[in-house]
């Protein structure tokens, strides 16, 4: 369903105003914690100042600057934390006949953490979040994670539940080219593989094949 919304700025950009919305299908943005952040609403070509209680809608792109982080609450409960540095935009929000709502955002940059609450739809394409980097994409149906861009790879790491980790291009719902990283497993993505790497226990991951990769483990630390 698409989501029909009027800005209204004032002449400082500092201030906007929503018309025609459906709040359920609006992201609350709920906490900014431990610095400053910034948001671009759709259509427009300039960033302004990201406040509490300010809603987020198709389109709008978010940036975590100096240390902030930056908690969202979806309409069902569930939400995603932007770690500093992180640059995040709401693509779309989806509707079905029976009301049941699926978000798609695309991480241009840094960690993202996500609590998504599970999906109430029995059918596994039917995926509740998918969030999409330069390169990778995953979805879920419910579940805890970590995923975010380091360079030319990016990296997911499961707390609870699974998640569907594959190529951007691609169709999640593919048997090839796609892993299910389960909890307290790891798995990536990089330029110039066909398919994500096997997933490995995140432990294992951290002090071998992973333990280069700074910035996602100072990120997704900041995120606990």
């Not at 500093?84 to 006949?97: C, E, M, V, Y």
Request: a negative charge; hydrophobic letters at 40%.
């Amino acid at each position: 369903m698409r989501l029909m919304y009027f800005i209204l700025l004032s002449l400082s950009f500092s201030s906007f105003a929503l018309a025609a919305v459906d709040e359920d299908e609006l992201i609350l943005v709920e906490a900014i914690v431990g610095g400053q952040a910034s948001i671009k609403r759709a259509g427009e070509t300039d960033f302004v100042e990201l406040k509490t209680e300010e809603l987020v809608a198709e389109g709008d792109v978010l940036a975590a600057e100096g240390g902030a982080g930056v908690d969202l609450r979806l309409s069902d409960g569930s939400m995603i934390r932007l770690a500093s540095g992180a640059r995040l935009t709401l693509q779309s929000i989806s509707k079905d006949s029976n009301g049941w709502i699926s978000w798609l955002f695309d991480l241009a940059d840094g960690v993202v953490r996500g609590q998504v609450r599970p999906s109430t739809e029995k059918s596994e394409e039917k995926l509740k979040l998918r969030i999409a980097t330069p390169l990778a994409q995953m979805g879920v149906r419910g579940t805890e994670f970590t995923f975010g861009v380091d360079g030319e790879t990016s990296v997911l790491e499961t707390y609870s539940g699974e998640v569907l980790l594959g190529k951007r291009e691609g169709s999640l719902s593919a048997k090839e080219g796609v892993e299910r990283v389960r909890a307290g497993q790891i798995s990536s993505f990089s330029r110039g593989q066909s398919r994500p790497v096997a997933p490995v226990a995140s432990a294992e991951g951290r002090k071998g094949a992973y333990k280069n990769l700074t910035r996602f483990f100072a990120r997704s630390t900041t995120l606990a």
